[in-house]
């Protein structure tokens, strides 16, 4: 896969199962799928149920893991042409509205690729395509023997 084409399902696979970790638990957890994956668009779907605080709403954190694993993809996607591999640094977050019911869609795009930083913006939206939060993740890109 070259930096701006989207990954297969198989690519997005090899990706996760090149991981130490995978997709990783709380992904799974969450009900994280992803739907599409290159360096430019992330695409993932959570659902509310199961992921939502005392009042039945969508838990703020939820949506945050949301967009720090779709800004982690994206990031790693552009580390790994550098044989390099990226770790968040800084995320936040704004939440705009509730959501209580179905799924939301999550949406990834690069606000910078650099040679040691990566940031992506995320925009999570509900099934009726109301904005519910927007992030905004960077990743430092460090060198992936650090990591063997």
Do not use: W
Request: charged share 15%; aromatic share 2%; proline share 3%.
């Amino acid at each position: 896969m070259t930096d701006h084409q989207a990954a297969t399902t198989a690519e997005i696979r090899t990706l996760f199962d090149s991981m130490p970790h995978g997709m990783g638990g709380l992904n799974e957890k969450l009900g994280v799928t992803i739907v599409e994956a290159s360096v430019d668009r992330i695409v993932a779907t959570m659902p509310v149920e199961g992921n939502t605080q005392p009042y039945g709403l969508l838990h703020g954190g939820a949506s945050v893991a949301l967009a720090e694993t779709l800004g982690s993809i994206g990031s790693t996607v552009h580390a790994q042409t550098m044989g390099k591999v990226a770790v968040g640094v800084d995320i936040n977050a704004t939440h705009h509205r509730a959501a209580t019911s179905g799924l939301v869609t999550g949406v990834a795009t690069p606000i910078h690729l650099g040679r040691s930083s990566a940031a992506y913006e995320v925009v999570i939206s509900d099934e009726h395509g109301k904005r519910v939060c927007t992030s905004r993740i960077t990743c430092s890109l460090v060198d992936a023997e650090r990591f063997v």
